[in-house]
């Protein structure tokens, strides 16, 4: 079964206005991380932010924040204020405690139009 | 700061020949190191990873193996590549910054197996 699932292949947003990346995980682990990446066209994998399932707020890094409902087992990212440069391929992931390993999503790819 | 450097950036090199990807870390000590890969428009897939010197974990058993001779060198290799080995091959550490669980990416390795 997956466990990270993006239902958004592709999103589109004009740029300054505020956009939602989906992002649902499935694990029976009480304790787990949830990721945020960002790969541009050039293929960096560049980290924006994390949300531990223990964490009692939601976690925020200048534009971008992540929505976590646990119950609903969602996190999904926003973006305030798009900026043509926010264009990119938007990768969720997930650490289940006690793995290394990172499960990544299949990805959303987005474009800020002008 | 922390920097990852990999090498070389992209790689074209004929099937049955043997491969050999470096990475390194600077700016911290006793990283845990991974390698990954991604396919064409897919998210990335764990292949090793080491928590310290002379100790790889193998996440998907197949044509690649991998060695950390030093505490911040991690090095993918084949003896001989296959068509199904080209793809996008990241390094990724992690162990310090505000949350150790966080991974951090680095360049990437575009191979392409002919």
């Known amino acids: 079964a997956q466990k990270i699932t993006q239902t958004q292949p592709g999103m589109f947003v004009q740029e300054k206005e505020a956009v939602t990346l989906d992002c649902t995980y499935d694990?029976?682990?009480?304790?787990?991380?949830l990721f945020w990446y960002k790969q541009p066209s050039s293929g960096e994998m560049i980290f924006l932010i994390y949300?531990?399932?223990?964490?009692?707020q939601n976690a925020t890094e200048g534009r971008y924040s992540l929505n976590f409902q646990k119950a609903r087992k969602s996190a999904n990212l926003v973006i305030s204020a798009s900026q043509l440069g926010d264009s990119a391929m938007y990768f969720c992931?997930?650490?289940?405690?006690?793995?290394?390993?990172?499960?990544f999503g299949k990805g959303t790819k987005l474009t800020v139009n002008p | 700061s922390q920097t990852i450097h990999q090498w070389p950036a992209t790689l074209v090199q004929p099937v049955g020949s043997p491969l050999s990807l470096e990475c390194t870390v600077e700016?911290?000590?006793?990283?845990?190191l991974y390698w990954y890969r991604q396919a064409a428009g897919r998210g990335l897939q764990l292949l090793f990873y080491?928590?310290?010197?002379?100790?790889i974990s193998s996440e998907v058993p197949q044509n690649l193996s991998a060695s950390r001779p030093q505490d911040r060198q991690f090095i993918l290799s084949s003896k001989k590549l296959l068509l199904s080995d080209s793809g996008f091959y990241l390094c990724?550490?992690?162990?310090?910054?505000?949350?150790?669980?966080?991974?951090?990416f680095g360049p990437g390795t575009r191979l392409t197996v002919l």
């Open positions: 990724a550490w992690s162990g310090g910054g505000v949350n150790p669980d966080t991974q951090y």
């Open positions: 694990t029976s682990d009480p304790s787990y991380g």
């Open positions: 949300q531990g399932s223990y964490d009692q």
């Open positions: 992931a997930m650490r289940e405690g006690g793995s290394e390993k990172l499960v």
């Open positions: 700016g911290t000590s006793n990283p845990n």
């Open positions: 080491s928590v310290g010197i002379g100790q």
